[in-house]
């Protein structure tokens, strides 16, 4: 389930870097179609991740990795509320997101690296 979970966010990531670009060209309702299925797989990583912390025993131990699985879910977690929140800046007609995209894409990318060290730790 963790691969799973890394592939999701991946994809999840690899998506955002498309909408992203999208922003800068102001293709806004592609962009808007595009970040619902960015936010599903990014929700959905996330969720499995945390299932799989719940499930599974603790890994990465002896590699010093110990605690990166719950890192990553919190920095995923946190950066899914920061995707709500361009969200709805984007609803209330504010254009201009560039902090919060920011944001929400700093945190993904440390989850992002963290379940993946997490996952390749033994």
């Known amino acids: 389930m963790l691969s799973a979970s890394l592939a999701l966010v991946a994809a999840a990531g690899l998506l955002g870097l498309v909408l992203i670009l999208l922003h ?12 619902l299925f960015h936010a599903v797989l990014g929700a959905g990583g996330t969720a499995l991740l945390i299932a799989a912390l719940a499930a599974s025993p603790a890994r990465g131990a002896a590699a010093g990795a110990g605690g990166f699985g719950r890192a990553a879910s919190w920095f995923l977690l946190f950066a899914f509320l920061a995707g709500l929140s361009i969200w709805r800046a984007r609803r209330r007609g504010r254009a201009e997101t560039l902090l919060l995209i920011g944001i929400h894409a700093t945190l993904a990318v440390f989850g992002i690296v963290f379940l993946a060290t997490y996952v390749a730790a033994p």
Do not use: E, I
């Not at 102001?26 to 970040?35: I, S, V």
């Open 24 to 35: 800068g060209l102001r293709k806004w309702t592609t962009a808007a179609r595009l970040g």
